[in-house]
T-cell receptor, first 114, second 112 residues
Framework: NAGVMQNPRHLVRRRGQEARLRCSPM?????VYWYRQLPEEGLKFMVYLQKENIIDESGMPKERFSAEFPKEGPSILRIQQVVRGDSAAYFC????????????FGPGTRLLVL | GNSVTQMEGPVTLSEEAFLTINCTYT??????LFWYVQYPGEGLQLLLKATKADDKGSNKGFEATYRKETTSFHLEKGSVQVSDSAVYFCALDDGAGTALIFGKGTTLSVSS
């Protein structure tokens, strides 16, 4: 049973470009969570999605960031017009039900903005 | 709001030494508490958890007891190995089943 898959594992962008991060949840999991880990910091919750719905985006910056989890395909975290401060590790987690206790994490995407 | 505070690292130990990583929390209600481990270049793995006061979570020789009176969930291991070198995160859930709230992480380095 494959775990949570994220790609790319490393992404380099120049300021002003767009970054697209993909997350494929574990088989049978319909709940996806995105977290951001800034250097020397713990993970911070960004957004929680179910298939085709954003349930909680209270941790998402209001501008430039968006997330989706379509009926088919992976969840996408999109960052437009990236800035240096967006450099971080972005982790996706999935769970079979809405319960933080059963979140399984992917290996993360490390975004570097030059 | 809910928060987690854990001791700053890095923690450097020799193999077979005793490990304690302190974690305290602030929360309304009765959150579940977790320890996650992150090996270099990898995602977080759940190490152990406790869901109510006085519960003890344990796994791979690691233990932590949910102490409501001191709002603590300290991680301990009696004899660490080089393979335990990683970053350890204490976390609690937000009660709504949505988000985990993490501490800043403690880096453990074990030498032989």
């Amino acid at each position: 049973n494959a775990g949570v898959m994220q790609n790319p594992r490393h992404l380099v962008r120049r300021r002003g470009q767009e970054a697209r991060l993909r997350c494929s949840p574990m088989k049978g999991h319909s709940h996806v969570y995105w977290y951001r880990q800034l250097p020397e910091e713990g993970l911070k919750f960004m957004v929680y999605l179910q298939k085709e719905n954003i349930i909680d985006e209270s941790g998402m910056p209001k501008e430039r960031f968006s997330a989706e989890f379509p009926k088919e395909g992976p969840s996408i975290l999109r960052i437009q017009q990236v800035v240096r401060g967006d450099s971080a590790a972005y982790f996706c987690a999935s769970s079979p039900i809405r319960e933080s206790e059963t979140q399984y994490f992917g290996p993360g995407t490390r975004l570097l903005v030059l | 709001g809910n928060s987690v505070t854990q001791m700053e690292g890095p923690v450097t130990l020799s193999e077979e030494a005793f490990l304690t990583i302190n974690c305290t929390y602030t929360a309304t209600g009765y959150p579940s508490l977790f320890w996650y481990v992150q090996y270099p270049g990898e995602g977080l793995q759940l190490l152990l958890k406790a869901t109510k006061a006085d519960d003890k979570g344990s796994n791979k020789g690691f233990e932590a007891t949910y102490r409501k009176e001191t709002t603590s969930f300290h991680l301990e291991k009696g004899s660490v190995q080089v393979s335990d070198s990683a970053v350890y995160f204490c976390a609690l859930d937000d009660g709504a089943g949505t988000a985990l709230i993490f501490g800043k992480g403690t880096t453990l380095s074990v030498s032989s």
